[in-house]
């Protein structure tokens, strides 16, 4: 689109262009040759459009880094306020999700601590636009995780408030942000927008961060009274967690009563210092991953905050990244990777002969027990003397019945994407899910990790058969994509 428009509305309509909109337009598609031309024949970068907009604005909407060097050179003003939000060159980065510009912005000496028109301050731009590489980017360039914006809201309050779903809220726990902050109008905790927004992820991970459930608002409301009344079921995981709160205060009480302090007071510092030097080791790693172009959600997990090794997932439920995750199964309330899911797929097989054998059971039973005269009375008939004969029997039929069913489905699945992509099912959804978006047809077959039906299956059962077959072993958790070098890993992956 951008070339269409570049390369053949624009030469067609340019004599009709005033000297400002050609400079809007060579911005916003990065002709930084024309840019310079008109530059130099006496236009000012720094004069706004009709809608108090400059073109360094435009440049860093499109993430056209050669224009934004080119005009901060000419005298650009990195952070004018303009459009309709009244927001900073930066501000448009963020909300495009331009790491890249974001970097080269905060180079030029950009200020992430301005607000726009909505009070929005970066961070929190970053995190209402879900833009998690650019939160981390910020925040170990050194913005305050709890720096309220001009409406008093910390970014926590924010992502509880407007994004429904577990992150950013998940990220920004992680990050240490406060559970107890209160915003200046309302007075409410993140807990409390979690609740009056009916975001049931944010105020479980908020409940299980340790923010308090009797703090009260301007409206003298606890999040107890909400919850009651809005969210049945935050209220009941408010109570258990108050219960375990209780239980682990008791607990602290005793430990304390029995160490000496002053050893204690130790151990407390050197903990801190040792979580200092984390932070700042994090810190650093974050700003060079950035830099290297390797902040990227693809490859580097803002929930785990560590580069993720190929084919692995960031998993919710478990809260970790699983190297070659298949999915979350809710039959073993786990999830199935690298290291299981060759398990799974035996379990699978297991739950289908059981499954087989207990149809051969009941039918053995009712053929001895039970006389059935189908051909003469009919199915009705037939079924009402099978509950007669043993409503038990019949019972463990039909829960086999249901077993079987979904378990030999799932294993066919699970087979035949093995056997004939080497893809796992993630991994299959993801490019159908590409697939469907582009205008060819490409075979799912052609991916790198598809060896052939025979060569798929002995190497991801491991079969060596006395070493006729070598099957290729390849550790999924220590696997990162080519050309980037490992910077930094972290040892909980799954
Ligand atoms: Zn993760
Ligand atoms: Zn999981």
Request: aromatic share 10%.
């Amino acid at each position: 689109m951008d070339q269409v428009l570049s390369g053949v509305l624009v030469p067609l309509l340019w004599k009709h262009f005033n000297e400002q909109d050609q400079c809007l337009f060579l911005s916003r598609f990065g002709v930084l040759e024309r840019c310079k031309e008109l530059v130099e024949a006496g236009y000012d970068v720094r004069q706004p459009d009709k809608e108090n907009v400059s073109l360094l604005h435009w440049a860093a909407i499109n993430n056209r880094t050669e224009v934004v060097k080119y005009y901060m050179s000419k005298g650009a003003v990195i952070d004018q306020l303009g459009g309709d939000l009244n927001s900073t060159p930066l501000h448009w980065a963020i909300r495009q999700g331009h790491l890249s510009m974001v970097i080269q912005l905060l180079r030029y000496g950009a200020d992430p601590s301005v607000s726009d028109g909505e009070g929005y301050r970066s961070l929190h731009l970053a995190i209402l636009f879900q833009h998690m590489p650019i939160a981390a980017y910020l925040m170990a360039k050194g913005q305050e995780v709890d720096f309220p914006d001009s409406n008093g809201q910390t970014p926590l309050m924010l992502a509880a408030q407007k994004i429904i779903g577990p992150e950013p809220t998940n990220f920004l726990v992680k990050c240490n942000a406060s559970v107890s902050a209160v915003d200046k109008v309302n007075r409410n905790s993140p807990l409390h927008c979690a609740v009056l927004a009916g975001n049931v992820d944010a105020a479980h991970i908020l409940l299980e961060a340790g923010a308090s459930v009797d703090s009260e608002n301007a409206n003298v409301c606890t999040q107890f009274t909400f919850s009651a009344a809005l969210l049945g079921s935050v209220g009941a995981i408010a109570d258990f967690n108050s219960e375990s709160w209780l239980l682990k205060g008791l607990l602290l009480g005793a430990v304390i009563a029995v160490i000496n302090l002053s050893a204690f007071e130790m151990a407390t510092g050197f903990i801190c210092f040792y979580e200092l030097l984390a932070i700042f080791c994090l810190k650093q790693n974050v700003v060079l991953l950035a830099e290297a172009g390797c902040l990227d959600p693809r490859i580097f997990c803002t929930s785990c905050m560590m580069k993720k090794p190929m084919r692995a997932n960031h998993c919710f439920s478990c809260d970790a990244c699983v190297a070659k995750q298949d999915h979350h199964s809710i039959w073993i309330n786990g999830c199935i990777g690298a290291r299981n899911h060759h398990y799974f797929v035996l379990f699978l097989f297991s739950l289908c002969l059981i499954g087989a054998w207990m149809f051969y059971g009941c039918l053995v039973y009712w053929s001895k027990h039970c006389p059935l005269h189908y051909q003469e009375e009919g199915m009705w008939s037939a079924l009402s003397a099978l509950v007669g004969c043993s409503s038990w029997v019949l019972g463990i039929f039909c829960l086999a019945f249901f077993h079987t069913s979904w378990a030999s489905i799932l294993l066919a699945l699970q087979l035949y994407q093995i056997a004939f992509y080497g893809l796992t099912t993630a991994e299959r959804a993801n490019l159908m899910l590409r697939q469907r978006k582009l205008p060819q047809t490409i075979s799912l077959r052609q991916n790198p990790y598809n060896l052939g039906v025979v060569r798929n299956l002995l190497s991801f059962f491991q079969l060596r058969f006395c070493g006729l077959f070598k099957p290729v072993v390849v550790d999924w958790t220590k696997q990162y994509p080519p050309g980037r070098e490992h910077m930094f890993s972290h040892p909980d992956i799954v």
